[in-house]
């Protein structure tokens, strides 16, 4: 519960951040779908992408750098700690499963940002957007990032 949460804050925070001069496009699935759907020019995206991979490894450097003489500390040979940077399947969880799990879950997440936006569907105002994207981030992740390991 305590991931979920936290993914969800860091989400609603990311939006706030990069709303204004991104459209808030935290993620390459959302890039990507976004440039499908005609909803941004398709020539921004690996400009778009090549920022957030940037960004993600610049934040997990930052952990590493915060965190480094806890991590000396509790795991020094670096055996059990890797799960802070990465996810894993359970054993017995196939690639393929974990790949369609991700796919389904990416999918909710997509088509739910395009029925908060939807002009003609009641979409969630500028300042409530935020907080109904980070909540439907804790949601997936909660029932679809067991798996995967999230």
């Known amino acids: 519960l305590s991931i979920n949460l936290c993914w ?53 450097l930052c952990v590493l750098v915060v965190y480094y003489p806890l991590f000396e500390e509790q795991d020094p040979k670096g055996e059990t700690t890797m799960g802070v940077f990465s996810t894993y399947p359970y054993a017995n969880v196939s690639n393929a499963h974990c790949f369609l799990n991700e796919v389904v879950g990416s999918a909710m997440l997509l088509g739910m940002i395009f029925a908060l936006a939807d002009e003609f569907n009641k979409p969630a105002n500028p300042y409530s957007f935020p907080i109904s994207v980070g909540a439907l981030v804790v949601g997936i992740g909660m029932s679809f990032g067991v798996e995967s390991g999230y």
């Open 8 to 60: 969800g804050l860091g989400v609603i925070f990311g939006i706030h951040a990069a709303g204004g001069i991104s459209g808030a496009q935290l993620n390459p699935a959302v890039t990507t779908t976004m440039a499908l759907f005609g909803r941004m020019p398709a020539w921004k995206v690996p400009g778009y992408i090549a920022c957030q991979l940037l960004g993600a490894f610049l934040a997990g």
